[in-house]
């Protein structure tokens, strides 16, 4: 288990705190949040991976773990259709039908409650799939997360695992499945190994890397070890694609 990622995870999860509903802005556009749906916290991280993603017209797209929705509505905004976003989190689904109705593309995004794929029907397949994932790999015993929670950790990296499995499935024949991820706070190497089980390449598609002073993430031990001499910690915003073998 990568320590740095989990301790990045803990303090993601304490900054957050009780939120209530409140709105943000994010790509030119104002969007609302509900307060249990975690989701516009890393605008940064947002803003990269759905500006990198290749939403053209006529393009079928799948957003898991949706969140608020933002990029489920962006891809309908470009022209993406048909459009659909899923999430565990009921109040997830309820978020993404408010945005996409604020922003006008309400009867172009379809929202479902799902864990994982598993309330699509066996034929709905999508040249993109895209998930900003919960990169951070947490201890496997940890089996009931909250909603929040969720967002953020993998216990045991079970549930990259199923959507890797299971992506394919979903996948029309030349589709690309799109990850949001952090090669600093995940496990990138189990990631491959599963992408290989699945019979997919895994490659960086974009990425943006950064310095944070150790410092500004808190007196946690692990951050100060995992600094370089300057005292920085290396961190990136990484958009990876799967595509069949």
């Not at 749906?37 to 939403?55: D, R």
């Not at 600093?184 to 390449?201: K, M, P, R, V, W």
Request: glycine residues 8%; contains cysteine; proline residues 4%.
């Amino acid at each position: 288990m990568n320590r740095l990622g989990y301790a990045m995870g803990q303090r993601a999860i304490r900054a957050r705190g009780e939120v209530e509903t409140t709105s943000f802005s994010l790509l030119d556009r104002e969007w609302i949040q509900f307060g249990d749906v975690f989701a516009g916290e890393s605008k940064l991280a947002s803003t990269l991976f759905t500006s990198w993603l290749p939403l053209t017209a006529g393009t079928s797209f799948l957003e898991m773990g949706c969140g608020s929705g933002v990029t489920a509505v962006m891809a309908a905004l470009h022209g993406c259709a048909p459009v659909t976003a899923v999430d565990i989190n009921p109040s997830a689904v309820d978020n993404v039908r408010a945005n996409a109705e604020r922003h006008g593309v309400g009867d172009k995004v379809r929202a479902l409650r799902s864990d994982l794929f598993k309330s699509l029907d066996a034929h709905d397949k999508f040249d993109i799939i895209y998930w900003n994932s919960p990169f951070v790999e947490s201890p496997a015993d940890n089996t009931s997360p909250s909603y929040a929670e969720a967002a953020v950790f993998d216990p045991g990296y079970t549930a990259h695992r199923e959507f890797l499995r299971t992506a394919p499935d979903h996948l029309t024949d030349s589709g690309t499945v799109y990850l949001g991820y952090s090669r600093i706070a995940g496990n990138i190497g189990l990631l491959e190994q599963f992408a290989e089980s699945a019979g997919l390449t895994c490659e960086v598609y974009q990425e943006n890397v950064f310095d944070i002073p150790h410092e500004r993430l808190g007196t946690d031990p692990v951050f100060a070890e995992h600094a370089d001499e300057a005292g920085h910690l290396r961190c990136d915003c990484t958009l990876l694609a799967f595509r069949r073998r």
